[in-house]
Structures are given as structure tokens and as C-alpha cells.
């Protein structure tokens, strides 16, 4: 079983930057896929970025250029910097974890005012 934790979320004035973390405990394969996903409400959720364990990186359209996401596999931690907020990008972000299986955590809210 993997357990993932999430922090960093808040509310940020647009423009303004977060740095989200998410700690990954348990059993955890040597190679998987690590990543932020997020949700607004009545959406679904969508991938925002994510990041193998030999550093490969995939970004959503809209975060290209803003967002940039980094690990720490001794640590078993992926991050989320965040730069130059928009609203559109107020959501709940949940951390995945893609192995055998997909384990996600319980999200943070980002919530960025216009």
C-alpha cells in the first residue's frame, strides 16, 4: 500500500506563486510515474504534470512555461512551483502515484483571486 500526502496549497492573488509537496510513504516500486492532477468543480479531474522516475517531464498545455515539477526519489517527494497564477487555475490538486496501480492523496486547494 502507498500513502501520499499533500501541502502547499492556498489562496495567492493572481501572478502570485505556491509551491505544492507531496510525501509518498509505503510500498513503493522503484520505477513509477509521479504527478499533479487537478479538479474544479464540475470538472473532471485532468493532469497537470507529471514526472518519471528518470526525471521525464509532461506538462498540460495550459501550465506550460508557468508550472514546473521536480522530485526526490531518496525522498520519495514530488513538487509543484507554481508561477504566475491565473484564476482559471483555482482547483483542488491531488497527487498521484502511477506503479502497479494508481494511488492518489487527498488534494489541497489552490484557489487563486482575480
Known amino acids: 500500500q502507498v500513502q501520499l500526502v499533500e501541502s502547499g496549497g492556498g489562496l495567492v492573488q493572481a501572478g502570485g506563486s505556491l509551491r505544492l509537496s507531496c510525501a509518498a510513504s509505503g510500498s513503493i516500486s522503484r520505477l513509477n510515474v509521479m504527478g499533479w492532477y487537478r479538479q474544479a468543480p464540475g470538472n473532471q479531474r485532468d493532469l497537470v504534470a507529471d514526472?518519471?522516475?528518470?526525471?521525464?517531464?509532461n506538462y498540460a498545455d495550459s501550465v506550460k512555461g508557468r508550472f514546473t515539477i521536480s522530485r526526490n526519489n531518496a525522498k520519495n517527494r514530488v513538487y509543484l512551483e507554481m508561477n504566475s497564477l491565473k484564476p482559471e487555475d483555482t482547483a483542488v490538486y491531488y497527487c498521484?502515484?502511477?506503479?502497479?496501480?494508481?494511488?492518489w492523496g487527498q488534494g489541497t486547494q489552490v484557489t487563486v483571486s482575480s
Open positions: 498521484n502515484l502511477k506503479s502497479t496501480r494508481d494511488y
Open positions: 514526472i518519471t522516475t528518470g526525471g521525464s517531464t
